[in-house]
């Protein structure tokens, strides 16, 4: 059979389309010579990731979305009737960096990237709205990727402070409805004694024990599980002597309360008086342990949120004195829940570091990126081998300077002059954006600072240098 001829698009047609319309006719007329057309159905694949990308194409009808495959962030970009895609002039594109498929029945005009010398020559109007599409497209991709990278990293912070509120709030709520509980069998025992005239001697004795159970919810100390098994026993072999319910003897012992501080008291009042006198020294001890326990969990939670309002600046102009340790200690503590897993941190600071005028959310997206990086490298290490994250400052002349080293395998040799590049990583699919230390660089670059990276099998070292004035 003789080949099929491919299906031509007209100069009158593409004269139809926006991009098209303020062209010459001739020279329209030229690039429609050069195109054939193409039909793609309803979910067809119009371009692979990694495919080579040798044509400009215009889509004629249709509409196609574009999508970084294995990457469940990744933005999808939408192309409808007049759009361009594929190479453009002066473009740097050789392969597709994401999935070309058709939403619904798509035709799409394409001609070889070879003409597009010849196309600058002929229609230099198209040309530059061409270039122009060309930037606009690079800026929208690149910041829809560093939003993905930042929503990255926000969500392994975010997790990890969920995990870390999760535990005081969660020891908030059991303690609150246990001081419930104990508050209202207090009030039982407190009303069966109500009437009761108890000697002065004996509300003098009980008020004691009281304040002796307060000093001790106040500062428990430490007591040797066997200790405390063998000091109930006893207790509860006297209670139970002097009629008392030996199961009383826990909760005594917790309070620090001995039999002999109980002999004076049990021979002013009878068993019974005895009973209810010290099933309310126990929950008042309890209820003194549990509102400490709701104030250390209040305060964790607190300070958890502290350090959130300190990582993100809120309330704070954007540009401001930044303490850049301090700024490195806040981030370290977003990392709390990853660091508490066999990580060793080294904090080797200056101390005398001198404050510096620059966007402090945009430093701690620094610290945040470069110490992510570090975590994940050392995640390859054999568990038997520690994993030290190093964090240093110190002073230069001109500049503060900050070294964050880890311990992880290293950069290989041949991927370190990359590194810096937008959307290379190391990582496997869908585990970065490759955009990390790009925007790491871009930041830095904006404080008019530096960043340089040397890396060896079982050391690996950023250095971040910022200028003291800028």
């Known amino acids: 059979m003789p080949p099929s001829i491919p299906e031509r698009v007209t100069g009158e047609e593409l004269l139809q389309l926006p991009l098209f319309a303020d062209e010459i006719p001739e020279a329209v007329e030229w690039i429609a010579g050069q195109m054939e057309v193409r039909h793609y159905e309803t979910g067809e694949v119009v371009v692979r990731e990694g495919d080579p990308v040798t044509e400009f194409q215009v889509i004629l009808e249709g509409e196609i979305h574009f999508r970084r495959d294995g990457d469940p962030h990744a933005n999808v970009f939408v192309g409808v009737t007049g759009d361009a895609i594929g190479v453009l002039p002066f473009s740097r594109l050789k392969t597709s960096r994401g999935r070309i498929w058709a939403i619904r029945p798509t035709r799409i005009a394409a001609m070889a990237a070879s003409y597009l010398r010849e196309l600058v020559y002929r229609a230099p109007t198209l040309a530059q709205k061409l270039v122009a599409e060309m930037t606009d497209r690079t800026r929208e991709i690149t910041r829809a990727e560093e939003s993905a990278n930042r929503l990255l990293a926000l969500g392994k912070l975010a997790a990890g402070l969920a995990h870390e509120l999760n535990n005081p709030a969660s020891a908030a709520v059991r303690s609150s409805a246990r001081l419930r509980a104990v508050l209202t069998e207090r ?88 009973t209810l006198g010290l099933r309310i020294l126990v929950a008042d001890h309890e209820i003194f342990c549990l509102t400490r326990e709701l104030e250390e969990a209040s305060r964790r939670i607190s300070d958890l949120v502290q350090a959130v309002k300190t990582y993100s600046y809120m309330d704070q102009s954007p540009v401001a004195e930044v303490d850049v340790e301090q700024g490195i200690d806040v981030t370290l503590r977003m990392f709390q829940h990853q660091l508490k897993h066999g990580v060793q941190v080294s904090r080797q600071f200056a101390q005398n570091l001198p404050r510096i005028r620059a966007n ?65 990583t190391t990582k496997l699919m869908g585990e970065g954006t490759g955009l990390g230390l790009d925007i790491v660089q871009r930041i830095i670059r904006s404080h008019k600072g530096s960043i340089r990276v040397e890396s060896n099998p079982g050391r690996t070292v950023f250095q971040v240098r910022l200028p003291l004035s800028t």
């Open 187 to 274: 009030y039982k025992h407190v009303m069966a004694l109500r009437g009761e005239v108890l000697p002065e001697r004996a509300r003098e004795i009980m008020s004691d024990l009281t304040q002796a159970a307060t000093e001790c919810a106040t500062t428990p100390g430490e007591m040797d599980a066997l200790e405390r098994a063998d000091l109930e026993s006893e207790l509860a072999d006297w209670l139970e002597g002097e009629g008392v319910p030996g199961e009383l003897a826990s909760g005594l012992v917790e309070a620090r309360v001995t039999a002999g501080q109980l002999r004076p008291l049990a021979s002013l009042v009878s068993s019974g008086i005895l």
């Open 360 to 424: 402090g959310s945009a430093l701690n997206q620094i610290w945040t990126n470069l110490i992510d990086n570090a975590l994940d490298a050392m995640e390859s290490l054999p568990p038997e081998q520690p994993r030290v994250l190093v964090v240093k400052t110190c002073v230069e002349p001109e500049n503060v300077l900050i070294e964050i080293a880890d311990n992880g395998p290293g950069i290989p040799a041949e991927a370190q002059s990359r590194i810096f590049e937008p959307f290379f």
